[in-house]
């Protein structure tokens, strides 16, 4: 079985809004693709996230031809730029398999990623602590694979050398070749290992960067002016307050030095303004936002609704906060009655907020985190 980036897993549809298109390591679908021809099927992935978004399943291992059932292979050496070796018959993979990858990415350029979910630990998937084995003792013992060759379908013309063997010593965490790869090519998009996901707080906040990224990444594709840009930041703008409240002040102070007289080309401003204030923004939301986070913004939220709403009104959104806060109830609870209220007096401030008002199908996979 070989698995085809370029085609996503087709789902139902969410209300009309494109579905994010999520990269997931073909193994956490279900599909038998791992070494020794089992997978490792999650739920999270194969019935949540598949209900909800458009899954493009990848195993670079058997997109670079390694085959099915494979030989397992492991990083070894230097823990930045680690070696990939097959386990057994010691056969040096890097080259074959990295060039391959490059092509898998090629064919992913088209695609409008909003994020990728490896499996953990693998060599070629595991976006961190994936062990990196010490060398063998013996130099020059790796035997690169012939230019062509798929190693995977021609064991017979990589005989192990007698005596080759690795040195299982000790190892040091390192990352999976695919993930490296995506990450060099795509560093602001939201990557994990499903392993780190099954924290709640971790979690949402994975789910969370899918769709700020999604929405960053469609904007900064089209036709983007300063008054685009300052619009969408005010859309996100609680949303930074929230996790890092401290990246306020440089984002708001590049919004405002675009309109400075710049003797750049016009589209270079530009291009760089949205890429400067995505990377601000992924920085943001990388940090994890707890109860608390959202207890203050929640609370901060109400006293700038205060002097507009009636005392009953203001008597319930704080209850709901003190609900949210003790865990009686979801936050959801809350943002519902500040949004009631808001529609009524359209507070300038809150108008639009992703906090307030988030994607549908964001708020239907919360319910999963
Ligand atoms: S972890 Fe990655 S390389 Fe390994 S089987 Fe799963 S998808 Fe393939």
């Not at 969410?14 to 390591?25: C, L």
């Not at 992935?45 to 997109?63: F, G, M, N």
């Not at 990444?217 to 890092?244: G, K, N, Y």
Request: with cysteine; hydrophobic share 35%; aromatic share 4%.
């Amino acid at each position: 079985m070989k698995t085809t980036p370029g085609r996503p897993d087709t789902h139902p549809s969410s209300r009309g809004n494109p579905p994010p298109i999520i990269g997931v390591s073909a193994c956490l679908c279900g599909h038998r693709v791992r070494y020794d021809g089992t997978d490792r099927r999650e739920s999270f992935v194969a019935d949540t996230l598949a209900r909800h978004c458009r899954l493009l399943p990848i195993c670079p291992e058997l997109q670079a031809g390694l085959g099915l059932p494979r030989e397992p292979i492991r990083l070894e050496g230097n823990p930045g730029s680690p070696r990939v070796v097959s386990v057994n018959t010691r056969r040096d993979l890097t080259d074959h398999l990295s060039g391959q990858i490059e092509e898998t990415l090629d064919a992913l350029a088209g695609i409008p990623l909003s994020g990728f979910l490896f499996k953990g630990g693998s060599p070629s998937c595991g976006s961190v602590g994936v062990p990196v084995h010490a060398e063998a003792q013996e130099e020059n013992t790796h035997r690169p694979i012939p230019a062509g060759a798929a190693p995977g379908l021609h064991p017979r013309a990589f005989l192990p050398v007698p005596g080759d063997r690795a040195t299982p010593l000790r190892s040091q965490p390192g990352m999976g070749l695919f993930a490296r790869a995506l990450k060099k090519r795509l560093p602001l998009l939201p990557i994990a290992d499903i392993e780190a996901l099954r924290d709640e707080t971790a979690r949402a906040g994975f789910i969370e960067r899918l769709f700020v990224y999604g929405r960053w990444s469609a904007a900064s594709r089209q036709a983007r002016s300063p008054t685009e840009l300052s619009h969408f930041h005010h859309r996100h703008r609680l949303l930074v307050r929230l996790h890092r409240p401290g990246l306020l002040r440089p984002m708001e102070h590049l919004l405002a030095s675009i309109t400075d007289p710049d003797p750049r080309p016009r589209e270079q401003v530009r291009d760089q303004t949205w890429g400067e204030y995505g990377e601000l923004l992924m920085r943001a939301v990388a940090h994890p936002a707890t109860r608390h986070h959202h207890e203050r913004l929640l609370g901060a939220i109400l006293r700038t609704l205060k002097k507009r709403i009636a005392a009953d009104d203001q008597q319930a959104i704080e209850a709901a906060i003190g609900g949210f806060t003790r865990g009686d109830l979801p936050r959801i609870v809350p943002i519902t009655l500040i949004n009631h209220v808001q529609r009524r007096i359209q507070h300038p401030s809150l108008t639009g907020s992703w906090y307030l008002e988030p994607d549908p199908t964001e708020l239907a996979l919360s319910c999963h985190a």
